[in-house]
């Protein structure tokens, strides 16, 4: 039989529990397993556990009347009871299909991806959860008649394991955020901690419009002409790509005016790390299309290639993502040709960084004309052609071939130099036989025209 712990009687802290566990130990795995592991991976450990020895001794001193009613919860009518916990109901809520479930419950099996109703197994039409007021009076009035307490819901932890008091404490740092520097640091500081470490810090700024606001006020107040201090632009920055992971919260954070022209000058920050979190912040938002269109009309673009231009290998995976994802909008490819990515783009692949991922977002700006003779200007066939010729890697020869089909297809001058190559060294014909099904295809049909273009000749 499992032991049963001081959890055990309030599954709330069994979630909360279960998640800063969770945490701690793919914390402590980091330290142990890595010998460069960072001193701030220590900082978040102590962190995590100090918040799990809290939530230990709260769940100790939890209210007797809560205990009194989930003594009585068994014997209490069904239609009270949970589907889920099986047990009374403390915030009934209604799903789109007509079934009540205890918020945090249905909370938690909608956060693990499920997209249907535990009951009817009815795939949901949206996940917006409705009070259910009727039922919550009827359990207030059966527990009142029972002669329990029924605790009011700012006396529990709510969906996501956020107590009264977390709440108050998440309200009072944004205030201290308007406050003087120290106090504004302090703040922030715990902010990205607690963002870093709990989906629910996560999840209450999407419940204000104006906590982002408030949040970014030390950065977007700054009138004085001073600049912003480097490690709290950091903190600020990082606890916005925090939160910018939680999906209900994308649209908001993209959505709120100053956010992408904070992001934007915060890729030029004075700590790589704002740089990074700035590129990966936008890389996250990016994640819807709307937001897509968003950042770069927003000017995004020309900052992001500037960061990628400039190299630094702890931002460079952040900014070739972001790019790449910004890119698949096809609209957005022509602000990023007249923003200059093919000539960073192409300097990067020839320096050997990030091959793969950079000549993916090459292969999509050639569906624009203009990458095309930007390619030409910058020499880019031979390049293409060396990378054909000597990589090993699948997908960065399919990238390639395709770039190559499409600047052949656009200017026949450009066959003589793939011609030439496919005469010293059949590239081309290799391609076409040991190649990914895309890759044969596309030199297939260069070798096609090859060999047309000798029968014109020898008709001729």
């Known amino acids: 039989m499992a032991k049963t712990g001081v959890f055990d009687s309030d599954p709330i802290s069994m979630v909360r529990a279960a998640e800063l566990k969770k945490e701690l130990q793919k914390l402590v795995n980091s330290i142990v397993d890595h010998e460069d592991y960072r001193t701030e991976t220590i900082d978040q450990a102590n962190d995590t556990l100090r918040a799990l020895k809290e939530l230990r ?208 000058e915060a890729l030029r920050g004075v700590t790589i790390a704002t740089r990074a979190n700035a590129a990966a912040t936008l890389f996250t938002l990016s994640a819807l299309d709307c937001n897509k269109v968003l950042i770069v009309k927003s000017g995004a673009l020309k900052p992001l290639l500037d960061l990628l231009e400039e190299g630094n290998p702890l931002a460079m995976k952040d900014v070739a993502s972001a790019i790449f994802n910004l890119c698949l909008v096809h609209e957005n490819r022509a602000r990023a040709v007249k923003d200059g990515a093919v000539r960073v783009i192409l300097n990067k692949i020839r320096e050997g960084v990030l091959v793969n991922e950079l000549l993916a977002v090459l292969a999509m700006l050639c569906s624009h004309q203009g990458a095309i003779i930007d390619m030409e200007e910058q020499g880019g066939v031979p390049c293409l052609l060396q990378i054909i010729r000597e990589s090993s890697c699948e997908r960065s020869k399919e990238n390639c071939i395709a770039i190559l089909h499409t600047i052949c297809l656009y200017d026949r001058t450009k066959w003589k130099e793939v011609k030439d190559e496919e005469s010293s060294y059949g590239t081309i014909s290799k391609l076409a036989k040991d190649g990914t099904s895309r890759a044969k295809r596309k030199a297939n049909s260069i070798l096609e025209r090859f060999n047309r273009a000798v029968n014109l000749t020898h008709t001729a």
């Open 57 to 264: 001794l709260r769940s100790r001193k939890a209210p007797k009347q809560h205990e009194s009613v989930s003594a009585a919860a068994p014997s209490c009518p069904e239609e009270f009871k949970c589907p889920l916990s099986k047990e009374l109901m403390r915030d009934p809520v209604i799903l789109c299909t007509g079934q009540t479930y205890d918020r945090p419950f249905i909370n938690k099996w909608l956060e693990t991806g499920n997209r249907t109703c535990p009951l009817t197994q009815q795939v949901l039409s949206h996940t917006d959860l409705t009070p259910n007021h009727l039922i919550r009076e009827m359990i207030s009035h059966w527990c009142k008649n029972q002669g329990l307490e029924f605790p009011d819901q700012i006396h529990y932890m709510d969906e996501a394991g956020i107590t009264s008091s977390d709440h108050d404490r998440f309200l009072s740092l944004l205030e201290k955020l308007s406050l003087a520097l120290p106090e504004q640091r302090e703040a922030a500081k715990e902010l990205r901690q607690l963002t870093k470490r709990t989906s629910s810090f996560r999840a209450l700024f999407g419940e204000s419009d104006d906590a982002i606001p408030q949040l970014l006020s030390p950065l977007s107040g700054n009138k004085s002409g001073t600049s912003v201090h480097p490690e709290l632009q950091e903190d600020v920055i990082t606890t916005l790509l925090n939160l910018s992971i939680h999906d209900n919260n994308k649209k908001r954070v993209a959505e709120t005016p100053m956010v992408i022209p904070l992001l934007m």
